[in-house]
């Protein structure tokens, strides 16, 4: 069984200050991690993912997770914020003993000016 | 390359009424799912397609639902009769023989019940 918490539902930043979106999992195996963006009224996209190659994952937008076995996290980070981040950001978990992916709720960035 | 393709992008019906919804994978990608995203809740997996044949169906939530995917191509979502419950968001997504690549995914279709 696997499962995905999402710590914050909404998370609340200013332009140009860092970003921290918390993921934690759960996997009975080896897990594959991504990150997924959705903007208002557009697809999942996704932003990273991690297959146990390098622990430290950088993906599109200046964005970048860390895979961290002992703490079973991922967290996504950004250095600097920008407006056009502002959207709903998804942590999923792929158990390597199948092709479903778990989701987690979701946390809503938003990015004041 | 053209990505996964959903439509319609909204569909409102009444209670009891039958929907079709379509999925357009990237081409040549032999895995197909569909999720769905009810309001308020997480996104959930339905089921997956490996070419034509339904590898894993185990989300689907009634027989009300019945997922195709004929020639291995696009795949249809019929939901008959509908009730206000299936209203939410209902995702695709594809990817190649070795997921480890990624999934793809659509823009969804929003399904209202009313």
């Known amino acids: 069984a696997q499962s995905v918490t999402q710590l914050d539902s909404h998370v609340s930043v200013s332009e140009g200050t860092p970003v921290l979106l918390r993921c934690n999992y759960s996997?009975?195996?080896?897990?594959?991690l991504f990150w997924y963006v959705q903007h208002p009224n557009k697809g999942l996209q996704l932003l990273l993912k991690?297959?146990?190659?390098?622990?430290l994952v950088k993906g599109i937008n200046g964005f970048e997770a860390e895979f961290k076995k002992s703490e079973t996290s991922f967290h996504l980070t950004k250095p600097s914020a920008h407006m056009s981040d502002a959207a709903e950001y998804f942590c999923?978990?792929?158990?390597?003993?199948?092709?479903?992916?778990?989701f987690g709720g979701g946390t809503r960035l938003m990015v004041k000016p | 390359e053209a990505g996964v393709t959903q439509f319609p992008s909204h569909s409102v019906i009444e209670k009891g009424q039958t929907v079709t919804l379509r999925c357009d994978p990237i081409?040549?990608?032999?895995?197909l799912y569909w999720y769905r995203r009810v309001m308020g809740k997480e996104i959930k997996f339905l089921l997956h397609?490996?070419?034509?044949?339904?590898?894993?169906e185990s989300g689907m939530p009634n027989n009300r639902f019945l997922a195709e995917r004929t020639g291995g191509t696009y795949s249809t979502l019929k939901v008959q009769p509908a009730e206000l419950e299936d209203s939410g968001v209902y995702f695709c997504?594809?990817?190649?023989?070795?997921?480890?690549?990624?999934?793809?995914f659509g823009s969804g279709t929003r399904l209202t019940v009313v």
């Open positions: 997504a594809s990817s190649q023989v070795n997921s480890n690549y990624g999934y793809t």
């Open positions: 996997s009975s195996y080896s897990p594959s």
């Open positions: 991690y297959t146990s190659a390098a622990t």
């Open positions: 999923v978990v792929r158990s390597n003993a199948g092709n479903m992916l778990t």
């Open positions: 081409s040549g990608h032999d895995n």
């Open positions: 397609f490996v070419k034509e044949s339904k590898q894993d």
